[in-house]
C-alpha cells in the first residue's frame, strides 16, 4: 500500500535562516502534491500544490519542489519567523477526479527568536 | 463566505451514547470529506462525497460510523454507539471539482471525547 513519511522528529530553527522539510513516498505515483500548515487547535490550511511534470514551485517565502524520480518533496520557507512555528503536512493525491488525499503524518516546526 | 462551518466544536459523552456531527461545507464545492485526528494515526480520511453521493466509505472504521448528506450544504456523521477509542479531533473539509488547484477547505474541527 502507498505510504507518505516526513520527518517524525520537530525541526528547531533560529529565525531568519530558512527552514527545510521533507515528505516521502513510495508505492504510488502523484499526479499531483499539496502542502498544509496546521496551527494547534485548527483545521489544516492549504500552501501550496505543485504537479507532477513541476520541479520547482514557489509562493512569497515559501518553496516546493517535487523529485519524481526520488519520490521526495522539499517544503522550504526561507527566512523564518516565530509565526511560521506549526506542524506542515503534505498531502498525495489519491484520486484526481475528486481531489481525495492522502496526508503525511506532518513535522512540527519551532522556529525561536 | 465564512468557510467550512462545524458543529458542535466540543463534544464530551459517556461510552455507548449516540454522538452527531455536523458539517457545513463552503456554498459551490461539490465535494465533501470526513476526516479523524489523533497523535497516534495522525490525519485519516473516513469517508467523502461528491454531489451528495458517498463515493468512498472504506476508512471508515466500523459499522458504528455512518455518514449523509441528504443536500449540497449540509452532512453529518453519527457514531453509534460511542466508544472511548473513538476519541480524536473531526474535522470535515470540503472542495471544488473539477477545479485548480485541487486544495481542500477545512473546518475548525470537532474535538470528542468519550468517557
Known amino acids: 500500500s502507498q505510504k507518505i513519511e516526513q520527518n517524525s522528529e520537530a525541526l528547531n530553527i533560529q529565525e531568519g535562516k530558512t527552514a527545510t522539510l521533507t515528505c516521502n513516498y513510495t508505492?504510488?505515483?502523484?499526479?499531483?502534491l499539496q502542502w498544509y500548515r496546521q496551527d494547534p487547535g485548527r483545521g489544516p490550511v492549504f500552501l501550496l500544490l505543485?504537479?507532477?511534470?513541476?520541479k520547482e514551485k514557489r509562493k512569497e517565502r515559501l518553496k516546493v519542489t517535487f523529485d519524481t524520480t526520488l519520490k521526495q518533496s522539499l517544503f522550504h520557507i526561507t527566512a523564518s519567523q516565530p509565526a511560521d512555528s506549526a506542524t506542515y503536512l503534505c498531502?498525495?493525491?489519491?484520486?484526481?477526479?475528486?481531489?481525495?488525499?492522502?496526508f503525511g503524518a506532518g513535522t512540527r516546526l519551532a522556529v525561536h527568536p | 463566505d465564512a468557510g467550512v462551518i462545524q458543529s458542535p466544536r466540543h463534544e464530551v459523552t459517556e461510552m455507548g451514547q449516540e454522538v452527531t456531527l455536523r458539517c457545513k461545507p463552503i456554498?459551490?464545492?461539490?465535494?465533501l470529506f470526513w476526516y479523524r485526528q489523533t497523535m497516534m494515526r495522525g490525519l485519516e480520511l473516513l469517508i467523502y462525497?461528491?454531489?451528495?453521493?458517498?463515493?468512498?466509505d472504506s476508512g471508515m472504521p466500523e459499522d458504528r460510523f455512518s455518514a449523509k448528506m441528504p443536500n449540497a450544504s449540509f452532512s453529518t456523521l453519527k457514531i453509534q454507539p460511542s466508544e472511548p477509542r473513538d476519541s480524536a479531533v473531526y474535522f470535515c473539509?470540503?472542495?471544488?471539482?473539477?477545479?485548480?488547484?485541487?486544495?481542500?477547505?477545512f473546518g475548525p474541527g470537532t474535538r470528542l471525547t468519550v468517557l
Open positions: 462525497f461528491n454531489n451528495n453521493v458517498p463515493i468512498d
Open positions: 505543485i504537479r507532477e511534470n513541476e
Open positions: 498531502a498525495l493525491d489519491w484520486d484526481g477526479g475528486y481531489n481525495k488525499l492522502i
Open positions: 473539509a470540503s472542495s471544488l471539482v473539477p477545479s485548480q488547484p485541487g486544495e481542500q477547505f
Open positions: 456554498s459551490g464545492h461539490n465535494s
Open positions: 508505492n504510488y505515483s502523484p499526479a499531483y
